[in-house]
C-alpha cells in the first residue's frame, strides 16, 4: 500500500474558525489524541503569532509522541531583511520542534498588492527563508499559499516560487488551495505539472472548504501524485473550514488502498471527531460522514426493511470500521421493520401486531407535534405497554399546580399530584422554582417509598420548543426531558398545546423508562 501522510492543522488553522479558543490545556490534550491516531504531522500553530502559541511549544517539548512530528507554523522573511535578523524566523527557530512549515506568496496579487514588493524580493525571501532553516537541521515543509489562484493569473510565476523553495531545500511542497474555490479536475491537472516539474520533491495538498470541494480537491490531489495531506478533524477552519480528515483518512484507507494511520486506528476516529469537537465546546455535527451520528442512521420504512435482511443493502462500509454504529429511527416515515428493530434494541419481544400499534400511535402523535427522533425512550415505553403483562406503573387521578406572584411572598409554584398505585390513592404536594420542577417532586414524593431509586434520577436538561409560533401564546409545544442516572442517560418527549401537561407526559415516560426499563426494576 502506498502511504499518505497526514498532517493535521487543528491547532492552527482549525482555531480560527469562528466560535474556537483553545486553550494551551486544551491543544496538548488534542494532541496526544492525534498522537494516539498515528498522523504524521500536527501543526501546533504560530510561535510568533501570540504568547499562547509560545506557550504550546515550550509545554510540548516534555511530552513524548509515539507517532507524530511537531510542526511550528510561520511565514518567510520580511521583504528586504534577512532570516536570521527576522523576529517570526526566530520564534519558528525558538519553538525547537523539528518540523518548521513555512509559507509563501505563490500569486502575483499578493506579491504586489499584499507584500508590496517586487516578483524578484519575493522569490528571494522564499528562497533565503527554507535555506537558512534548513542550514539549522529543520525538517522544512513549504505551503506554496494561493498556488492555485495564482496559478491562474501567472502560472510560470507560480512554478518560479516553488522552484525557489525547492532550490532552497524545502523537503516537502505542499498545493493551497487557500480560498477554496478550485474544482478537482484543476486540482488534479496541475498536481500532475508540478509532479512533473519536481519528480525529486514530495507534493503536499491543502484545501480550504469555500465551494464545498475541500475534501474532494484533496483528493483529486492524492490521484495527481501529492503524498502528504493537510487538514483538520471535523473540518474546522476559517469561513467554510479546512479539508476534513474525518472523511478524508478513511477515504483514503478504505476506499482508495493508502495506509495513512497505523492498522486499527481507524476506529478510533469517531471518538476522536467527537472529543475534538467536546473540547473546542462546540456541538458534534451529526451529519458528518463517517463519524456523525447519523451517518449510519436509517429512518425509511423502505431501508429499514432491507436494512433487516442484509446490512450492506443500505450502507456504504460497516461503521464499526471508522468507530461508529447503526441505528435504527422511529418516525412517521418509519415502517415495521423501525419499530422491530428498535424493540430489538430494547431487548423487548414485540408481535408484529403490537408493532403495527405502536407505529401507528407513533405516527398520529407526531402530527400532533411530537417528535420521537430524539427521545426514543419515549418509543420504548410505547414498546412496553404493548407487552401482555404489562401493569403500569401508577395511575394519574389528578394533579392540580399552582404558580402565584404575590407582593411581600415573591413567586411561589406549588405541584398538587393524586394517583392511584396499585389501589392504594396516594396524595402528595410539593413546592418547586417552577411549575415542572414542582410536578417533578410531587410525583417522586409519592412513588419513592414504592421504588427508592428515583431518588439517584436526575433532571438532566429540559427542551421547549413551540411548534407554530403563528398562534402565539396558544401555540403548540414540544417538550424533551434528559433524565440522568450515574452514567445512563436518556430521553423523552410530551407535546400540547398546554406546555404543563406536555411537560408531565414526558416525566411520566421518563420515569416509566428508568424503572422498567433501564434498569428492569418491579414492584418492590
Request: glycine share 8%.
Amino acid at each position: 500500500m502506498k502511504q499518505v501522510y497526514i498532517y493535521d492543522t487543528t491547532l492552527r488553522d482549525g482555531t480560527q474558525r469562528e466560535g474556537i479558543s483553545l486553550s494551551v490545556a486544551d491543544k496538548l490534550r488534542i494532541t496526544r489524541l492525534l498522537d494516539d491516531l498515528g498522523v504524521a504531522y500536527i501543526e501546533g500553530g504560530w510561535p510568533g503569532s501570540n504568547p499562547k502559541d509560545a506557550a504550546y511549544f515550550e509545554a510540548i517539548q516534555g511530552i513524548t509522541l509515539k507517532h507524530a512530528r511537531i510542526a511550528a507554523f510561520g511565514s518567510t522573511c520580511r521583504k528586504h531583511s534577512q532570516p536570521q535578523d527576522d523576529e517570526n524566523i526566530r520564534a519558528l527557530v525558538d519553538a525547537q520542534t523539528p518540523v518548521v512549515t513555512l509559507v509563501g506568496k505563490t500569486s502575483m496579487l499578493h506579491v504586489t498588492e499584499v507584500l508590496q514588493t517586487t516578483p524578484e524580493e519575493n522569490l528571494r525571501i522564499i528562497y533565503d527563508s527554507v535555506r537558512y532553516l534548513k542550514t539549522l537541521g529543520k525538517e522544512v515543509i513549504y505551503d506554496a499559499e494561493h498556488f492555485f489562484d495564482g496559478s491562474k493569473l501567472d502560472p510560470h510565476y507560480a512554478l518560479q516560487t516553488l522552484q525557489a523553495a525547492v532550490d532552497g531545500g524545502a523537503d516537502w511542497i505542499v498545493l493551497c488551495d487557500t480560498n477554496g474555490g478550485s474544482l478537482p479536475w484543476e486540482v488534479t491537472r496541475l498536481v500532475e505539472i508540478v509532479r512533473a516539474m519536481f519528480p525529486e520533491t514530495p507534493l503536499g495538498i491543502h484545501t480550504h472548504n469555500d465551494a464545498e470541494l475541500a475534501v474532494a480537491n484533496t483528493l483529486a490531489a492524492v490521484q495527481g501524485g501529492a503524498t502528504q495531506v493537510q487538514g483538520t478533524i471535523n473540518g474546522y477552519g476559517e469561513r467554510c473550514g479546512n479539508a476534513n480528515l474525518c472523511s478524508i483518512i478513511p477515504d483514503l484507507e478504505i476506499k482508495m488502498g493508502y495506509y495513512c494511520v497505523p492498522e486499527g486506528a481507524l476506529r478510533h476516529l469517531t471518538h476522536l471527531s467527537r472529543t475534538v469537537a467536546e473540547i473546542a465546546n462546540l456541538a458534534p455535527d451529526q451529519h458528518l460522514a463517517y463519524v456523525g451520528k447519523s451517518a449510519f442512521a436509517h429512518k425509511g420504512g423502505i431501508h429499514v426493511a432491507a436494512i433487516r435482511r442484509n446490512v450492506d443493502s443500505y450502507q456504504h462500509i460497516d461503521p464499526a470500521l471508522v468507530g461508529n454504529e447503526m441505528r435504527i429511527l422511529v418516525s412517521d416515515l418509519s415502517g415495521r421493520g423501525n419499530v422491530l428493530s428498535k424493540a430489538e434494541e430494547f431487548g423487548l419481544d414485540v408481535t408484529d401486531a403490537a408493532a403495527i400499534r405502536v407505529l401507528d400511535k407513533i405516527k398520529a402523535l407526531e402530527n400532533v407535534g411530537y417528535v420521537f427522533e430524539g427521545a426514543e425512550a419515549s418509543i420504548a415505553v410505547r414498546l412496553y405497554r404493548e407487552q401482555s403483562d404489562y401493569r403500569p406503573l401508577f395511575t394519574l387521578i389528578d394533579f392540580t399546580v399552582i404558580v402565584e406572584d404575590r407582593r411581600g411572598r415573591g413567586q411561589l409554584a406549588e405541584a398538587m399530584v393524586k394517583i392511584d398505585l396499585e389501589g392504594d390513592v396516594i396524595h402528595t404536594a410539593a413546592e418547586g422554582n417552577g411549575p415542572v420542577n414542582a410536578l417533578d417532586l410531587a410525583l417522586r414524593k409519592a412513588l419513592i417509598p414504592r421504588y427508592p431509586q428515583l431518588h439517584d434520577f436526575q433532571l438532566a436538561d429540559y427542551k421547549v420548543r413551540i411548534l407554530d409560533g403563528a398562534n402565539g401564546t396558544a401555540a403548540t409545544t414540544r417538550v424533551l426531558i434528559d433524565t440522568q442516572n450515574g452514567a445512563k442517560r436518556w430521553s423523552t418527549v410530551g407535546a400540547g398545546t398546554n406546555i404543563i401537561q406536555a411537560s408531565w407526559l414526558a416525566l411520566v415516560d421518563s420515569v416509566e423508562y428508568g424503572l422498567k426499563i433501564a434498569y428492569d426494576v418491579v414492584n418492590v
